[in-house]
Nanobody, 122 residues
Framework: QVQLVESGGGLVQAGGSLRLSCAVS????????MGWFRQAPEKEREFVAR????????YYGDSVKGRFTISRDDAKNTVYLQMNSLKPDDTAVYYC???????????????WGQGTQVTVSS
């Protein structure tokens, strides 16, 4: 059974930074494309970032390019999302997810974490 557990969310002022972590158990992360998504109240789940299985290529949603960085530590089986220059519009629940294909479509991800709340105050 693959389990994903996010941590690192919280309250931060606009312009600040946070680093989210996603600890994975049950399978090694190098066998999956790992993604981050977010969902604000009454909005659809939005793709944030993805890192590939082996080479570690990254891909970002337009709204976070240049501000967020996805990375992974294979030894710790953990994926990270470094978020800089945060804006109030970044406020959402952030989810970590795993898939076998290079996609940004939420329904094509097989495993999900429970989410962590990020709130950016103006």
């Amino acid at each position: 059974q693959v389990q994903l557990v996010e941590s690192g969310g919280g309250l931060v002022q606009a312009g600040g930074s946070l680093r989210l972590s996603c600890a994975v158990s049950g399978r090694t992360i190098s066998t999956y494309f790992m993604g981050w998504f977010r969902q604000a109240p009454e909005k659809e789940r939005e793709f944030v970032a993805r890192i590939s299985k082996v080479v570690g290529n990254t891909y970002y949603g337009d709204s976070v390019k240049g501000r967020f960085t996805i990375s992974r530590d294979d030894a710790k089986n953990t994926v990270y999302l470094q978020m800089n220059s945060l804006k109030p519009d970044d406020t959402a629940v952030y989810y970590c997810a795993a898939t076998q294909m290079p996609t940004t479509t939420p329904r094509l991800y097989d495993y999900w974490g429970q989410g962590t709340q990020v709130t950016v105050s103006s």
